[in-house]
């Protein structure tokens, strides 16, 4: 029972262009959305959190959008940057529980 | 310490054998987490501890699988006769509380069973 999907195992953008990466969740029980970032032999680090009662939360060159009623949100990074290559991970929870994990999307920044 | 320290950071053990991960969280952070993520596959939850009590175990695979944690410090996962399919990389984080604050996560053990 996948609750959290990353339907794109991977995504190539062009350094200096938008980088917009999805997410799908099925459990309308989710009040906070976060974002996580991962380095090959490195744990994820938290990168940008959203709650369900905004639809839009910014830091700096990151952006998440949720959309409740189609329960979706994104992360948009722009411009990209060869360090954003990393696998991006998008997470979820209710009720201050444990966060469910989607599987992740690959993102490489290309010169 | 710093961060969330994680050992040992890679792991070869026979199949049939028992392992044990440890966990060492950022201090003053009550609430801990074990994930792992198989070669491929995202992060799966196994068990979070709040305190030194484990409100949900949900994740644990098997009977094979237990963990503890002593006080809000040092965890330990612990898997008995070890199977291929446990081959992983078992991730801890640690949080000030259950909450939004986000996880701080370890860099994880590498496990491979052969």
């Known amino acids: 029972d996948q609750q959290v999907k990353q339907n794109s195992p991977s995504l190539s953008v062009q350094e200096g262009r938008i980088s917009i990466l999805n997410c799908d969740y099925t459990?309308?029980?989710?009040?906070?959305f976060l974002w996580y970032k991962k380095y090959p032999a490195e744990g994820p680090t938290f990168l940008i959190s959203i709650s369900s009662i905004k639809d839009k939360n910014e830091d700096g060159r990151f952006t998440v959008f949720l959309n409740k009623s189609a329960k979706h949100l994104s992360l948009h990074i722009v411009p990209s940057q060869p360090g954003d290559s990393a696998v991006y991970f998008c997470a979820a929870m209710w009720g201050a529980q444990k966060l469910v994990f989607g599987q992740g999307t690959r993102l490489t920044i290309n010169p | 310490g710093a961060g969330v320290s994680q050992s040992p950071s890679n792991k070869v053990t026979e199949k049939g054998k028992d392992v044990e991960l440890r966990c060492d969280p950022i201090s003053g952070h009550t609430a801990l987490y074990w994930y792992r993520q198989r070669l491929g596959q995202g992060l799966e939850f196994l068990i979070y501890f709040q305190g030194n009590s484990a409100p949900d175990k949900s994740g644990l695979p098997s009977d094979r699988f237990s963990a503890e944690r002593t006080g809000e410090s040092v965890s330990t996962l612990t898997i008995q006769r070890t199977q291929q399919e446990d081959s992983a990389v078992y991730l801890c984080?640690?949080?000030?509380?259950?909450?939004?604050?986000?996880?701080?996560f370890g860099s994880g053990t590498r496990l491979t069973v052969v």
């Open positions: 984080a640690s949080s000030l509380d259950t909450g939004v604050y986000g996880y701080t």
């Open positions: 459990n309308s029980m989710f009040d906070y």
